[in-house]
């Protein structure tokens, strides 16, 4: 079994939200609770921008970050887990797998034929090295999956 993903899964999925929820949502609350200097304390619309910011932001890590998943594969099967629990597909149960570049990483999107208990698309930030080994461990596995020559 080879683990596709980076080891930057566990930074992104786990540390960089809740520093960034913790250190902005105090923030807020600060502003929202705390009175400034000679008793008045931020204007409302600073506040309501702030809690904006707050909100948008957790909705992007939301979607952006806490959905990765730690994907390992090996010649029968893909496991995904988030950590706590871990759930193995055979090969006939994946539908595609895309392979998309965003210039400073790379993702994997693996779609299943029947929704498993991650959803019918489980994704990752893969390490491009971990994947060639796999491809070179298991020719032909990921073959007709994406454009590699077997």
């Given at each position: ?29 600060a502003a929202w609770v705390v009175p400034g200097a000679e008793g008045e304390g931020p204007g409302l ?106």
């Open positions: 079994m080879i683990n596709i993903s980076t080891n930057a899964t566990l930074l992104l999925k786990f540390a960089i939200p809740i520093c960034w929820l913790i250190f902005f949502g105090s923030f807020t609350i619309s600073v506040k309501i921008g702030l809690t904006l910011f707050v909100l948008v932001g957790a909705a992007f890590l939301y979607w952006g970050l806490l959905r990765l998943k730690r994907i390992e594969m090996d010649g029968e099967f893909v496991y995904a887990t988030n950590y706590f629990k871990t759930y193995r597909y055979p090969w006939h149960n994946i539908a595609k797998i895309d392979e998309k570049d965003y210039l400073l990483f790379k993702t994997l999107h693996v779609y299943l034929e029947k929704p498993g208990k991650f959803g019918e698309k489980v994704y990752c930030v893969i390490s491009q090295k971990r994947l060639n080994e796999f491809i070179a461990a298991n020719p032909g596995v990921l073959a007709p999956f994406l454009d590699i020559e077997s």
